[in-house]
């Protein structure tokens, strides 16, 4: 029980506890890791100056869920944000819209052992992260309440200072355009086990080292899309870009493929799929180049997010490979 008589030592050991959860749940909100580190520093804090506000009706974790939710949307109006359109430029066959994930500029992958306690792993895929950046922030703030947390109306409604009545009508308009970002061939894929997505990783760093493009060709699906946020894996423009279709992401990674450059490649996971960090040596040195997150369906592989070595850090992933050192 959080009392205004408690010193900041046993105040840190009640909610501590719930640090992991609660940078999930930002993490959910806003996309990036980096962001919601910092608005868990800000909900702790103003738990600390509000704990004389604290009257016990709700649980410890259900009060800091609340000042996270609003920390978050506080930020929000402070940063507002703007998912670019699908007007940016992209060479993508139209059969595979809607936006691919890298439309979100500041989307970061997250590392699986981050997310052992997320309450569903659907919830923290790249897919559903990017796509839940569409909606306002009221409309996300709802959606992750009731359908991911598992709050009822009159909670959400609580914690947002509104009315269940209108919880509900955020909600449904919430679930309808979620629906409209995500790809609706998501649920047509069947779920690879981990045994059959090591096998297809292995396959597919095994021809990317050997810049084997029959093999490869092999491991990835003819309808495979590719996504490139900004400064990641040799895209240098200022926006996310991304392509489709086997021959054109062959064709897009012929500069490595078939030039002079070796590849060094570690696996990881995040996000709860396959990743592979990739290391490219030129000038004689090995350099980090960039995390490409996978998603392997039917025994290849349907998605490659490419993001910047920037993340590496916070995979653990060193700043060479360990053979180069």
Same mark, same amino acid.
């Given at each position: 029980?959080?009392?205004? *008589?408690?010193?900041?030592? $046993?105040?840190?050991?009640?909610?501590?506890?719930?640090?992991?959860?609660?940078?999930?749940?930002?993490?959910?909100?806003?996309?990036?890791?980096?962001?919601? $580190?910092?608005?868990?520093? $800000?909900?702790?804090?103003?738990?600390?100056?509000?704990?004389?506000?604290? %009257?016990?009706?709700?649980?410890?974790?259900?009060?800091?869920?609340?000042?996270?939710t609003n920390a978050c949307l506080d930020f929000l109006?402070?940063?507002?944000?703007?998912?670019?359109?699908?007007?940016?430029?992209?060479?993508?066959?139209?059969?595979?819209?809607?936006?691919?994930?890298?439309?979100?500029?500041?989307?970061?992958?997250?590392?699986?052992?981050?997310?052992?306690?997320?309450?569903?792993?659907?919830?923290?895929?790249?897919?559903?992260?990017?796509?839940?950046?569409?909606?306002?922030?009221?409309?996300?703030?709802?959606? /992750?309440?009731?359908?991911?947390?598992?709050?009822?109306?009159?909670? *959400?409604?609580?914690?947002?200072?509104?009315?269940?009545?209108?919880?509900?009508?955020?909600?449904?308009?919430?679930?309808?355009?979620?629906?409209?970002?995500?790809?609706?061939?998501?649920?047509?894929?069947?779920? %690879?086990?981990?045994?059959? $997505?090591? %096998?297809?990783?292995?396959?597919? /760093?095994?021809?990317?080292?050997?810049?084997?493009?029959?093999?490869?060709?092999?491991?990835?699906?003819?309808?495979?899309?590719?996504?490139?946020?900004?400064?990641?894996?040799?895209?240098?423009?200022?926006?996310?870009?991304? =392509?489709?279709?086997?021959?054109?992401?062959?064709?897009?990674?012929?500069?490595?493929?078939?030039?002079?450059?070796?590849?060094?490649? /570690?696996?990881?996971?995040?996000?709860?799929?396959?990743?592979?960090?990739? =290391?490219?040596?030129?000038?004689?040195?090995?350099?980090?180049?960039?995390?490409?997150?996978?998603?392997?369906?039917?025994?290849?592989?349907?998605?490659?997010?490419?993001?910047?070595?920037?993340?590496?850090?916070?995979?653990?992933?060193?700043?060479?490979?360990?053979?180069?050192?």
């Amino acid at each position: 029980m959080v009392t205004d *008589t408690m010193d900041e030592t $046993e105040f840190a050991e009640l909610t501590e506890r719930h640090r992991r959860e609660l940078r999930v749940h930002c993490y959910r909100f806003l996309g990036s890791l980096d962001e919601a $580190e910092d608005l868990v520093q $800000e909900t702790f804090l103003r738990a600390w100056r509000g704990r004389d506000q604290y %009257a016990g009706r709700a649980s410890v974790r259900a009060w800091l869920y609340r000042i996270a939710t609003n920390a978050c949307l506080d930020f929000l109006d402070r940063t507002p944000r703007v998912v670019p359109s699908v007007d940016l430029p992209v060479a993508v066959d139209s059969h595979l819209a809607p936006r691919p994930a890298a439309a979100v500029p500041w989307l970061q992958p997250a590392p699986d052992d981050l997310l052992e306690d997320a309450i569903s792993r659907e919830t923290v895929e790249l897919t559903f992260l990017a796509a839940v950046q569409y909606l306002s922030p009221r409309q996300r703030a709802v959606l /992750i309440l009731r359908d991911v947390v598992g709050w009822s109306a009159k909670e *959400t409604a609580i914690a947002l200072e509104t009315t269940p009545a209108s919880v509900n009508s955020s909600l449904q308009r919430a679930r309808a355009e979620l629906k409209e970002q995500l790809p609706s061939r998501r649920t047509e894929w069947r779920v %690879a086990s981990s045994g059959e $997505e090591r %096998a297809v990783v292995s396959r597919y /760093i095994s021809a990317i080292t050997a810049a084997d493009e029959t093999t490869l060709a092999k491991v990835l699906r003819d309808d495979v899309r590719c996504s490139h946020q900004p400064g990641a894996g040799g895209h240098d423009g200022p926006h996310p870009t991304w =392509y489709g279709g086997r021959a054109t992401v062959l064709e897009g990674w012929a500069p490595v493929l078939r030039g002079p450059m070796e590849l060094s490649m /570690i696996p990881t996971r995040a996000n709860g799929v396959p990743a592979v960090a990739t =290391y490219l040596r030129h000038d004689g040195r090995f350099h980090a180049f960039a995390l490409n997150v996978l998603r392997v369906a039917d025994g290849q592989v349907a998605e490659v997010t490419t993001f910047a070595p920037a993340v590496f850090p916070a995979f653990g992933l060193p700043p060479v490979p360990p053979e180069a050192e």
